[in-house]
Structures are given as C-alpha cells and as structure tokens.
C-alpha cells in the first residue's frame, strides 16, 4: 500500500500542481460483499472529485472511468 500511495500522491500532485502531503496516513482492506456495496463504493469514488471542489460535476474530472457494462 505504501509503494501505491507514493506513487500516487506523487502523480496527483503532479496533475494538481501541488506539493506536500496529499494522502491520510491510515488505510484499511475491505472486501465489497455484494452488489448493493459496490455500487455504494462506486458512486462514492465517482463523486469524489465533485467533493472535493474539483469539478462540479464527476464527467468534468478527466480521469473518470465507468465500464459503460456497468451504468
């Protein structure tokens, strides 16, 4: 998880021009038990750069993907 993180705080910053601390330090495992949760997790992803006051709306955020097998 360490290696990811690294990697991926360094490229968001990057993409964000910002530098410092990008990640929280805690992570955990979890395992999505049905298809109820994954779609919970999936719009929580989604919806995170609007969250986040990125963008106003998830299709703005370029790095957004949804297997269109999955809408």
Do not use: C, S
């Amino acid at each position: 998880m360490y290696d990811h993180k690294h990697f991926t705080a360094r490229e968001a910053n990057k993409i964000l021009q910002l530098k410092g601390h990008f990640w929280q330090d805690e992570h955990y495992d979890h395992y999505i038990r049905n298809e109820k949760e994954f779609f919970r997790i999936m719009n929580y992803i989604y919806m995170n750069p609007v969250k986040a006051n990125l963008v106003n709306e998830p299709e703005e955020w370029k790095h957004t993907y949804i297997n269109e097998e999955l809408v």
